[in-house]
């Protein structure tokens, strides 16, 4: 881990401290500068989780990935720094309306006395911050509102409040996951026939109050509450598209794209 690259990539120029502030600075960072998104799955690729790998593509290459690399990269860079991170794996609700497999990654920082919920991974409607690891504390984040919920059977459910309602975006229970349990879950989500990252084309890039979202051709931009959207179109003005909003420049053309849906 070159920290020093790594903190210009998320456009953080100054030194980063092993406290809660430095936590929020870094995981504000990475969320706005390296975009959620799963185009290397799309080109037939594997993706890779040797922390090596990791640099190389979205820090020397500046492309992005998915949870499993973002979050990856974030534990890498807070190793360096001097946090203790821990990884974990959970259970996506949002979007089913029940628990699905243990397939997305997040982290647990302990800082200033006391855990955080660390995610830069969720893409769409994730954290934009640190929450604190505490059950029904509502947290503000730049106007979005998220809480912790306690699940007998799933252990915390973290919530969003989405049109004056709590939703379930993922459970996570605090046991421990080893190398192998997340090499399993990334060739699960990224190779299996059905998986959502297999059928769409996804990109996700956080504002300062709001983000930007791809879903295979809608591009949605939230800013301050207003939701515009827009249709890409296909060829050399979708490539574009990637690079002005979420400053992706792939090493292949539009039609080394596999087909959506396949």
Known sequence: MDIGA??????????????????RNLQRGQLTHIPFENFDIHLGR??????ADLFDKLVARRRGGYCFELNGLLACALESL??????????????????????HQVLIVHAEGRDWLVDVGFGGPG????????????DMQDG?????????QFGY?????????????????????????????????SRHPQSYFRLNRVAAL????????????????EDDGVTTSQILPAGEGYMSALTEHFGLKLDQRYDDLLPIGV
């Open 6 to 23: 790594y903190l210009e990539r998320i456009g953080l120029a100054s030194p980063v401290r092993p406290n809660a502030e430095g936590l």
């Open 46 to 51: 594997d993706i890779s989780l040797r922390p």
């Open 82 to 103: 001097g946090y203790q991170p821990r990884s974990h794996l959970a259970r996506v609700i949002f979007g089913r309306g029940f628990p699905g497999a243990r397939t």
């Open 127 to 138: 954290l934009r911050a640190p929450l604190p690891l505490e059950v029904e504390r509502e």
């Open 144 to 152: 979005e509102r998220f809480r912790l919920h306690r699940d007998d």
């Open 157 to 189: 459910v973290l919530q969003k409040n989405i049109s004056e309602q709590w939703v379930d975006l993922y459970a996570v229970e605090l046991q421990p996951a080893l190398p192998p349990d997340f090499e399993m879950a990334n060739f699960f989500v």
């Open 206 to 221: 956080q504002r300062e109050r709001g983000r930007l979202r791809l879903l295979n051709f809608t591009l949605t931009l």
